[in-house]
């Protein structure tokens, strides 16, 4: 509590610190980006194969992946990565964004990423205030921007990431480190009930799936954080700006009906709109509605 109260008191540590902190959070949401999804494909292909009673001997090999192990490497030399080439931000600008060994280019969304972490950190405790609230606010800014991220690449939303989201919220909100409990667990309740209608809705009336089940999960874990008084903003928010970008697509890029748009990162913009702004969003909609 100590150190917190001196952070507290002290803007510019307080500020440097999250900054500091951020970025190599952002650096290892990269990990968790790239990683996540082919572990989760290891573990399906692994599932299915035992589920089809497929010999061992024909099983798929592939060296074991995880977040830590192995090591960061090189994609087109196999150049191991070494610490003083993994700082956030500065290894990139140092390298010229380029291998040390192949000389290759690194692409520049891993710094562009650690950035953006960084930037949306300190602006959250910005607006929310130097507390013990805008701290926890940061795992949910964290998880947003792994999640917007991972959707838009691979249109998987990780129960590994959502539902501990979910879950993390209700109880921040049961200790009272976010809005009362009462709220969050009905946003956690009607986020997921909302998004489910939609689905099955839209299933009965064409016969396909409008969107994945990972999007259910994500605005119940934003219900569990915002409340059930933001849902409709965090809704009508993603939903627009989703409309916005699909015709957008059809129309410059020549993207067809038929391939699937990414939901998650629309739910993930709005729900940081709504976590800086709810305050303003909230009396927005009061006073529309006359309440």
């Known amino acids: 509590m100590e150190i917190l109260n001196t952070l507290f008191s002290t803007p510019w540590l307080l500020y440097l610190s999250i900054t500091l902190v951020s ?16 572990m989760m494909h290891q573990d399906w292909r692994s599932q299915c194969e035992a589920f089809l009673e497929i010999p061992e001997a024909q099983h798929t090999k592939e060296a074991p992946l995880s977040l830590s192990s192995p090591g960061s490497t090189c994609p087109s030399c196999g150049h191991k ?31 562009v990423i650690e950035a953006v972490t960084a930037l949306f950190s300190v602006f959250t405790v910005v607006i929310l ?10 795992l949910l800014v964290w998880a947003l921007v792994a999640l917007a991220v991972i959707d838009f690449d691979t249109q998987l939303l990780p129960d590994s990431i959502t539902l501990p989201l979910m879950w993390l ?10 809005g009362e409990f009462t709220a969050a667990f009905w946003g956690a309740v009607i986020g997921y009930l909302a998004l489910w209608s939609v689905y099955w809705l839209f299933k009965l009336a064409t016969g396909k799936e409008g969107m994945g089940h990972g999007d259910f999960k994500l605005l119940a874990a934003l219900g569990a954080w915002l409340g059930w008084e933001l849902l409709p903003a965090v809704i009508l928010l993603s939903s627009f700006v989703g409309a916005v970008v699909g ?13 699937p748009i990414p939901f998650g990162p629309y739910l993930a913009a709005a729900g940081l709109l709504c976590l800086w702004f709810g305050v303003e969003i909230q009396a927005f909609w009061y006073e529309l509605l006359g309440v």
């Not at 959070?25 to 980006?33: E, Q």
């Not at 931000?89 to 710094?111: E, N």
């Not at 015709?247 to 391939?259: C, D, N, P, S, T």
Request: aromatic share 12%; proline share 6%.
């Open 247 to 259: 015709i957008a697509l059809m129309v410059f890029k020549q993207h067809g009906r038929e391939v």
């Open 81 to 111: 990565i070494r610490a003083w080439e993994n700082i956030p931000v500065l290894s990139w600008l140092l390298l010229r964004g380029k291998c040390s060994g192949c000389k290759a280019p690194i692409s520049a969304r891993y710094p």
């Open 23 to 38: 970025l190599c959070i952002g650096s290892f949401l990269n990990v968790v980006i790239l990683r996540l999804p082919k």
């Open 169 to 178: 919220g209700l109880i921040l909100s049961y200790f009272g480190f976010l």
């Open 129 to 138: 205030g130097p507390s013990a609230t805008a701290l926890w606010s940061l």
